[in-house]
C-alpha cells in the first residue's frame, strides 16, 4: 500500500492534543516521518507510543520543550536538526492564553512569548532545514482573533494595561504579520512558502487553562458550537501538503480555502517593524545559533 | 518618563531586589523598557542571568546580576563589598517573603525568615545604598509593602506587621533623606496573580479576591511614575484605597476581627485547616 506522505517530514508543536495532535494523527496515518512537540514528557511519551503502536507506517518521535522559554526553543531546533536531513513542513501550533498577566523566565508576556515569538524564533531557526526539502511549508496556526488585535508598539505585549483577551488576539494578529514578513524575506517562487491558519471555533481546552470560573464557563458555551479537532486539522495538513498551494499567494486559510483577514494584517509596514521586534527580543537565541533573522 | 542624557558608562544604575520573582521581574522589564541600566539581585544566579541576558537585548540597556540571600547578614555584606564604587539613583526594595498560616502552626524557622528578609534586609539594603547614591540626581527608594500594612491580619500576623514595619519605616525615613534629595514610596498592593500559588490564593478569596487584584505590569508602571514625582504611598486600584480608607476608619479590634474572617474562610477553602501550616 502507498502512502501519501511517506517521503515527507513534519514538526508540529503543540501536538499533545487538540488540532495538534489531530493533525499528527493525520500525518501518521499518511505515513509521514514526523516530530511532535509538546510541554509534558509523561504526555509526550504517551502520544508517542500511541502513534507508533496505531500508525506502523508513520515514524513519530516527540520531544517534551516549554516554548515559553527561548533557550529550550534553541535546544529543541538543535535536537531536531540532528535528527531530520531536511523539512517538509513546520506546524507551529502550540498556543496559550492566560487570563492574568505572567512573565516567562525571559521577561516577556507569556502569550506573546508562546504564541507569537516560539514559532519566530522555531522558524528561523530550523529554516535551514528547510531549505534543504523540495518544497516546504511554515504552518502557524492564527485564529479569526487577530482581528481584535491592536499592536501599540509602545507596549506590545500589553504588559501595563494587561487584558488576556485582547493580548491573545494582538498574538494571533502577529501570527499573520510574521507569515507576511516571512514570505516577503524568502522572496517570490521559493521552495519555502509561509501560510497562516483560521482553524474556526474548535472544541479544545484553550480556554480552560489557570482562568477564573467565569472565564471558564464562557468558553465552555462558546466551544460548545465549534468544530471537532480533526475537522481543523484536515484543513491545516492541506496546506502543509497539497502541492497545488505551493505557489498561492494568499496567505491566511480556513479550511484549506483562501480568506481575506483584518486589514491590519495585511500590512507591510507592520510586519517588518514587528520582525525587526521580534528578532531583537530573539537575538539571545538567534546569536546563539548563528542564525540571522 | 525620560530621564537627561548622561553619557552610557556615566550612567548610574537602578538597584532591584527580588528581581527574578514576579513582581520583581515586572519592574526589571519596566525599568528596562524605559532605557534604564540595572543591578539585579535575587536567590537564584541562572534566573538572573537569563532575565539579564533578554533585557540586555530586547531593550539595549546595561545590566549587572549578584545572586544573594538578602536575609543572611554575611551575605548583604559581600553584596555590598561587590557594589562598591558604583553609582545609584534608585532602589526598589522587592524582595519579601511571607508564610501564611496560624502563628503557632509555624516553625520559629519560617517565623524568622520573614522578620529577616522583610524587614531586615530591606533596611540593610537601603542603608547601603543611600551611601552609593548618585550624587547628581535625585534618590528614589520604592520599598513594597502592601495593604496587609494597613491592619493586623490574622493569619498573616508576622508578614502583615513586617509590612505594617516597612510602611512606618518609608513614611519615617522619608521626612529624613527629603534634603538629601531623596524619595521614598511605600508601594502597598492587594495580591497579585504573579505566581500558580498566589493565583490560587486570590480564586479562594473569591470575588473580592477577583476585583482586588491588579496586575504585575500595571502595578510596576505605576509606581515608578509615582516615585519619580516622589508620593508617600501608592495604593493600586480604586477599590484598594476604598478598603485603606476604611481600615483606617474601623477600630483595631473590629478590623483585625473582619480581615481575620476572611482570611480564615480563605485558608479553609484552600484546604488548609487551622492546625495545619502553609508555605506560600
Request: aromatic share 6%; proline share 5%; net charge positive.
Amino acid at each position: 500500500m502507498q502512502y501519501p506522505y511517506s517521503e515527507k517530514t513534519f514538526v508540529i508543536t503543540g501536538a499533545t492534543s487538540g488540532i495538534g495532535l489531530a493533525a499528527a494523527e493525520q500525518l501518521a496515518q499518511g505515513g509521514a516521518r514526523l516530530i511532535g512537540v509538546g510541554r509534558s514528557p509523561g504526555r509526550c511519551r504517551e502520544c508517542e507510543q500511541r502513534l507508533s503502536t496505531v500508525y506502523p507506517q508513520a515514524a513519530v518521535r516527540y520531544l517534551p520543550a516549554d516554548l515559553s522559554g527561548q533557550r529550550e526553543i534553541g535546544q529543541l531546533a538543535e535536537q531536531i536538526a540532528a535528527s531530520l536531513p531536511a523539512l517538509d513542513g513546520l506546524l507551529n501550533n502550540a498556543g496559550t492564553f492566560t487570563y492574568w498577566l505572567s512573565l516567562t523566565p525571559d521577561g516577556v508576556e507569556t502569550q506573546w512569548a508562546v504564541n507569537h515569538l516560539a514559532p519566530f524564533l522555531l522558524t528561523n531557526l530550523l529554516l535551514p532545514l528547510l531549505q534543504r526539502a523540495p518544497a516546504a511549508r511554515v504552518v502557524t496556526v492564527s485564529s479569526d482573533s487577530h482581528a481584535t488585535g491592536r499592536l501599540d508598539w509602545d507596549d506590545p505585549q500589553m504588559r501595563r494595561h494587561y487584558n488576556g483577551l485582547l493580548a491573545y488576539g494582538n498574538t494571533k494578529l502577529a501570527n499573520i504579520l510574521f507569515t507576511l514578513a516571512l514570505n516577503r524575506r524568502l522572496g517570490e517562487g521559493a521552495r519555502v512558502r509561509a501560510f497562516a491558519a483560521d482553524p474556526g471555533l474548535v472544541k479544545t481546552d484553550i480556554g480552560l487553562k489557570g482562568t477564573p470560573a467565569i472565564a471558564n464557563l464562557v468558553w465552555k458555551l462558546r466551544r460548545a458550537g465549534g468544530i471537532s479537532a480533526e475537522q481543523a486539522a484536515a484543513g491545516i495538513v492541506a496546506l502543509l501538503c497539497d502541492p497545488a498551494l505551493q505557489t498561492a499567494p494568499q496567505i491566511y486559510w480556513k479550511h484549506a480555502q483562501p480568506k481575506t483577514p483584518a486589514a491590519r494584517a495585511l500590512d507591510p509596514l507592520a510586519a517588518e517593524r514587528l520582525w525587526d521586534l521580534s528578532a531583537r527580543m530573539c537575538a539571545g537565541q538567534l546569536e546563539a545559533r548563528n542564525v540571522a533573522a | 518618563m525620560s530621564r537627561p542624557e548622561t553619557p552610557r558608562a556615566q550612567r548610574s544604575l537602578v538597584m532591584i531586589s527580588g528581581a527574578a520573582g514576579g513582581l520583581g521581574k515586572a519592574f526589571a522589564v519596566e525599568c528596562a523598557s524605559r532605557g534604564w541600566d540595572l543591578f539585579l539581585t535575587d536567590l537564584n544566579l541562572e534566573s538572573l542571568e537569563r532575565l539579564a541576558c533578554a533585557l540586555r537585548a530586547s531593550y539595549a540597556v546595561r545590566v549587572q546580576t549578584y545572586a544573594c540571600d538578602l536575609s543572611e547578614a554575611g551575605a548583604r555584606a559581600a553584596l555590598f563589598e561587590q557594589i562598591r564604587g558604583l553609582r545609584f539613583w534608585a532602589l526598589l526594595n522587592i524582595a519579601g517573603i511571607d508564610h501564611e498560616g496560624l502563628f503557632y502552626d509555624q516553625s520559629s524557622a519560617a517565623i524568622r525568615a520573614i522578620i529577616r528578609l522583610n524587614i531586615e534586609g530591606t533596611l540593610e539594603m537601603t542603608h547601603a545604598l543611600l551611601a552609593c547614591r548618585d550624587p547628581l540626581q535625585p534618590f528614589r527608594i520604592v520599598n513594597v509593602a502592601s495593604l496587609a500594612a494597613f491592619s493586623p491580619m490574622p493569619v498573616k500576623a508576622t508578614y502583615a506587621a513586617s509590612k505594617r514595619f516597612l510602611l512606618d519605616f518609608s513614611i519615617a525615613l522619608r521626612e529624613e533623606v527629603r534634603e538629601l534629595g531623596a524619595t521614598v514610596t511605600a508601594l502597598c498592593p492587594a495580591g497579585m496573580p504573579t505566581t500558580r500559588e498566589n493565583i490560587e490564593a486570590i480564586a479562594a478569596q473569591g470575588w473580592l479576591g477577583q476585583v482586588t487584584t491588579a496586575d504585575a505590569g500595571l502595578v510596576a508602571n505605576l509606581t515608578l511614575d509615582a516615585a519619580l514625582r516622589g508620593e508617600m504611598i501608592v495604593i493600586p486600584g480604586l477599590l484598594n484605597r476604598l478598603v485603606r480608607a476604611a481600615s483606617a476608619l474601623l477600630p483595631a479590634t473590629l478590623a483585625a476581627r473582619l480581615v481575620g474572617r476572611r482570611w480564615m474562610g480563605a485558608h479553609q477553602r484552600r484546604g488548609l485547616r487551622p492546625g495545619q501550616a502553609a508555605a506560600q
